[in-house]
């Protein structure tokens, strides 16, 4: 059974800081894995999209990256802004589910960037 | 283009009644998807549909929970009898298709409340 697991569940970092928020996933046959943005009471807004034959994807100050074997995938966050504080959540579309868009999500990490 | 538009935002139900959730996919898009976050809980699959067919409702509670997405109009999720267990956000996505890597996208949520 997969599983996703997001450490850590909470981060606070001062503005300007660079982080890394880790997402892993027990089973390595994945289709894809997703990264998700929430704000409270808000839906999820996609981040990044990382194909499992691919081993990282940007857009602007965000880097997501994916290690199939290790079960790994990293999101960086460069110069951190007060207006990134949120909910990151990953999700991974398990491999035979690519026809159901079954995902499986993480707790998520919850990002507080102080100005 | 229009996102994926669900309505209610909020609704509260007393124990016993029913609740129907309404969803809108993005324009252009024929694959509809139900999550679930309970409080403190991660999102949790559901069920996913294409227009008339149910095709894996593999998250479903087994008792008074159905969905549909019919030829005309919006999906709707329906809870029957609800219990204060079901107060919880659930949440609509919709993609283009159900295969390849196509992005999966999330409406704003409707949150249920049962008192």
């Known amino acids: 059974k997969q599983e996703v697991t997001q450490i850590p569940a909470a981060l606070s970092v001062p503005e300007g800081e660079n982080l890394v928020l880790n997402c892993s996933f027990t089973?390595?046959?994945?289709?894809?894995l997703q990264w998700f943005r929430q704000d409270p009471g808000k839906g999820l807004t996609s981040l990044l999209l990382i194909q499992s034959s691919q081993r990282e994807q940007t857009s602007g100050r965000l880097n997501a990256s994916l290690d199939k074997s290790s079960g790994r995938s990293t999101l960086y966050i460069a110069a951190s802004q007060p207006g990134d504080s949120a909910t990151y959540l990953c999700?991974?579309?398990?491999?035979?589910?690519?026809?159901?868009?079954?995902?499986?999500f993480g707790q998520g990490t919850t990002l507080q960037v102080k100005p | 283009n229009a996102g994926v538009m669900q309505n209610p935002r909020h609704l509260v139900r007393r124990r016993g009644q029913e609740a129907r959730l309404r969803c809108s996919p993005m324009k252009g898009h024929s694959h509809v998807y139900w999550y679930r976050q309970l409080p403190e809980e991660g999102l949790k699959f559901m069920v996913y549909?294409?227009?008339?067919?149910?095709?894996?409702e593999s998250g479903m509670p087994k008792e008074r929970f159905s969905a549909e997405f019919p030829k005309e109009g919006p999906s709707i999720l329906r809870i029957q009898q609800v219990v204060r267990g079901d107060s919880a956000a659930y949440f609509c996505a919709s993609s283009p298709s159900g295969t390849g890597g196509n992005t999966i996208y999330f409406g704003e949520g409707s949150w249920l409340t049962v008192v």
């Open positions: 999700a991974v579309r398990p491999d035979g589910s690519s026809n159901t868009g079954k995902l499986i």
């Open positions: 089973d390595s046959a994945i289709y894809n």
């Open positions: 549909l294409q227009k008339e067919n149910i095709i894996d």
